[in-house]
């Protein structure tokens, strides 16, 4: 079982930045790929980002260039860095783990932009 705990969401305006942080209750050497995903109200979630265990990034159009993934494997933490934000970028932002043949989701935390 793997538990995630996400944090450093909060309401920022248009153009400023945000750090999350998503830290694992297990070595995140363990874990194939960690990812960011995010809900919007009346939305489907999507990706946002995905990092695997060997530093690969994967990002969705939308933030490539604004978001940077990455992970500190000393802290079992995976890290969301938002620069530039966009009231489009307002949700609810959850972190993700794969391991093997299981998915893990943390609680999510809110990330509201404001123009």
């Known amino acids: 079982q793997v538990q995630l705990v996400e944090s450093g969401g909060g309401l920022v305006q248009a153009g400023e930045s945000l750090r999350l942080s998503c830290a694992a209750s297990?070595?995140?050497?363990?874990?194939?790929?960690m990812g960011w995903y995010r809900q919007a109200p009346g939305k489907q979630r999507e990706l946002v980002a995905t990092i695997t265990s060997g530093g690969s990034t994967n990002y969705a159009d939308s933030v490539k260039g604004r978001f940077t993934i990455s992970r500190d494997n000393a802290k079992n933490t995976v890290y969301l860095q938002m620069n530039n934000l966009n009231s489009e970028d307002t949700s609810i932002y959850f972190c993700?783990?794969?391991?093997?043949?299981?998915?893990?989701w943390g609680q999510g935390t809110q990330v509201t932009v404001s123009s």
């Open positions: 993700n783990a794969r391991r093997i043949l299981s998915i893990y």
């Open positions: 297990v070595s995140i050497s363990s874990i194939n790929v």
